[in-house]
């Protein structure tokens, strides 16, 4: 029994000796078992001044399995992609190339590597992408691949200090080994590769720059990195939080460094357009003030983007620089002054917090010299103003800076024998919204400028069913408001203007059953349909969204 007792001890003895050396080797060789994750984000291994990133996380969760993507089976049985398979479009989107049959082969090649999951080496749990533009071509560009990794990936990393125990010479490959990294080139590879690892992280590229700062950054505890700067804790930090998935896309991109190196042209829309319109865009956006972008998309219920861009003011004119400094409106005003006017099956919702001033003398600003002149003198036929800016100026006082556009389908009935006379276009059913300060003065400002529209009506193209008669009516809607109807056979679809002032609401649209149905929305007259407010996809979008918006678009 002594004897026995004695010979397990030498044997405990020796296994722990052996697991001690062969830990140490292992660790001296390769890397150590014991080693932690790398806690921090990725994001902080990143330097703080490249030009682009993106990032995923739990990126496995997007695929059943790897290479499908997780949306396959529901993608290839909707009538969409049926249709799409079906025309000529397929061929020249995919060169030819069946991408399924591409995938099946993808499949089978990793199937033949068994017990090994790709995702779960390398990127699955974590995955970014960052680097700097060099040149229009894409291919110039410097980039670094960041991958969290499992033991394999571990391992794999550190034989590659040992190229001898890979063969990687008889495959054509050259390795260069460093203490902080290793180099591959080959003729099979179109630029040198660079790999480092910080604990569990892997990070491959072509710039060697890029490789290294990812050691340097963790020395320094991500000081100086892209994951503590401003533009990503504001902007893709806190619009993540925002989101329910935590596992969103996240991106960054210096726009201007981008669109130098690739050779865009900043000026976008084209003020020099023969379009009016293109350059009337022009005045309140140009692609050249943008400096960067930077936030998150999600894809759990369609594609669902949080972005924010920081814009250059000395780009646009004076009345969008104006518009970006302002404050905007409060988003619950938003939702319960206009979005509560909107039915719920509205289509298209947008609010604007605009001068409704500066939008007009843009409009006219960038009109052909001959339309200036032509709204001039019929201003000043009216005997009331001196000319377009004097309208403007009043028409800037009566309203306060905001407007809603609201669109929804046109399935209102129609009554043949009374409804105005038009061209049969099919149109949507829309309406304009704008606001006063309710006040007696602006209601009589209101109804002196609709007595301008009867007076001058056939100048306006305003006519009733006898082209001899007027063409402007005013009666009581069914809620008891006050509404004013202009026939014009210049208006598609419809043939007639209508508005109607509610308070401090004026909405003007292009159907007068359609105001009716906007007031009974606003005082919740039209049950089992409800206002677009009350809706929880359009509520969850706007909780998810900025406090303050100086435009929201549904």
């Known amino acids: 029994m002594p004897r026995t007792s004695r010979l397990l001890r030498i044997l405990l003895t020796v296994a722990g000796v052996l697991a001690f050396v062969g830990d140490f080797a292992f660790s001296t060789v390769l890397f150590s078992p014991t080693e932690g994750d790398y806690e921090p984000d990725v994001s902080t291994l990143v330097p703080r001044n490249v030009d682009f990133f993106l990032a995923k996380a739990d990126l496995s969760d997007d695929f059943d399995p790897f290479p499908h993507p997780a949306f396959e089976r529901a993608l290839l049985a909707s009538p969409a992609w049926l249709a799409f398979e079906r025309s000529e479009d397929y061929a020249?989107?995919?060169?030819?190339?069946?991408?399924?049959?591409?995938?099946?082969?993808?499949?089978?090649?990793?199937?033949?590597v068994k017990g090994v999951a790709p995702l779960k080496v390398f990127g699955g749990r974590d995955l970014a992408l960052a680097g700097w533009i060099r040149g229009p071509q894409?291919?110039?560009?410097?980039?670094?691949?960041?991958?969290?990794?499992?033991?394999?990936?571990?391992l794999g990393a550190s034989l590659l200090r040992h190229p001898g125990l890979l063969g990687l010479d008889a495959r054509g490959l050259s390795v260069a080994v460093e203490d902080d990294?290793?180099?591959?080139?080959?003729?099979?590879?179109?630029?040198?590769?660079?790999?480092?690892?910080?604990?569990?992280?892997?990070?491959?590229?072509?710039?060697?720059?890029?490789?290294?700062?990812?050691?340097?950054?963790?020395?320094?505890a991500g000081q100086d990195s892209l994951g503590q700067g401003a533009a990503y804790d504001e902007h893709i930090q806190a619009s993540r939080a925002r989101g329910p998935e935590r596992d969103e896309l996240e991106a960054f991109l210096d726009w201007r460094s981008w669109s130098e190196g690739a050779l865009l042209s900043g000026r976008w829309p084209d003020p020099e357009s023969p379009f009016h319109t293109t350059q009337l865009l022009s005045r309140f956006f140009q692609l050249g003030a943008i400096k960067d972008v930077a936030g998150v998309v999600?894809?759990?219920?369609?594609?669902?983007?949080?972005?924010?861009?920081?814009?250059?003011?000395?780009?646009?004119?004076p009345t969008a620089a104006r518009l970006y400094r302002q404050r905007g409106a409060d988003t619950s005003e938003i939702l319960s002054q206009a979005a509560a006017l909107a039915p719920a099956d509205t289509g298209l919702f947008a609010y604007l917090h605009a001068g409704i001033g500066d939008l007009l003398r843009e409009y006219l600003d960038t009109a052909e010299p001959a339309l200036r002149a032509n709204v001039d003198e019929f201003v000043r036929s009216t005997g009331k103003y001196d000319g377009a800016e004097a309208l403007v100026a009043e028409l800037d006082a009566l309203f306060r800076g905001r407007l809603a556009l609201i669109v929804r389908p046109?399935?209102?009935?129609?009554d043949e024998a009374n409804d105005p006379p038009n061209d049969g276009a099919p149109t949507f059913a829309m309406a304009l919204v704008l606001w006063t300060d309710g006040s007696e003065r602006a209601r009589a400002t209101i109804e002196e400028l609709h007595d301008i529209v009867v007076t001058k009506q056939q100048a306006l193209g305003i006519q009733?069913?006898?082209p001899d008669k007027g063409g402007v009516f005013k009666f009581k809607v069914q809620s008891g408001h006050d509404t004013w109807e202009f026939w014009s056979p210049l208006v598609p679809g419809t043939g007639h203007l209508a508005v109607v002032v509610d308070g401090p609401r004026y909405i003007l649209s292009n159907n007068f059953r359609m105001l009716g149905d906007l007031i009974a929305t606003f005082y919740g007259r039209t049950p089992?349909?409800?206002?677009?407010?009350r809706q929880v996809a359009f509520q969850g979008l706007a909780d998810e969204g900025l406090d303050n918006a100086n435009a929201l678009v549904w």
Do not use: C
């Not at 046109?410 to 129609?414: G, I, Q, T």
């Not at 089992?528 to 407010?533: A, D, E, F, V, Y």
């Open 92 to 112: 020249a989107v995919f060169g030819g190339q069946d991408p399924l049959r591409l995938l099946s082969e993808l499949e089978a090649e990793l199937q033949q």
């Open 138 to 154: 894409l291919e110039q560009a410097d980039w670094a691949l960041y991958g969290r990794v499992n033991w394999l990936g571990k």
């Open 181 to 220: 990294h290793v180099a591959l080139s080959g003729p099979e590879l179109p630029r040198e590769i660079y790999l480092t690892r910080v604990r569990d992280v892997v990070v491959v590229g072509t710039s060697r720059e890029l490789v290294l700062a990812a050691r340097d950054l963790e020395a320094r």
């Open 298 to 317: 999600g894809f759990d219920r369609g594609i669902r983007a949080r972005v924010h861009a920081t814009l250059s003011s000395e780009m646009v004119g």
């Open 410 to 414: 046109n399935d209102y009935p129609v």
């Open 464 to 466: 009733g069913p006898d």
């Open 528 to 533: 089992g349909r409800g206002s677009l407010s």
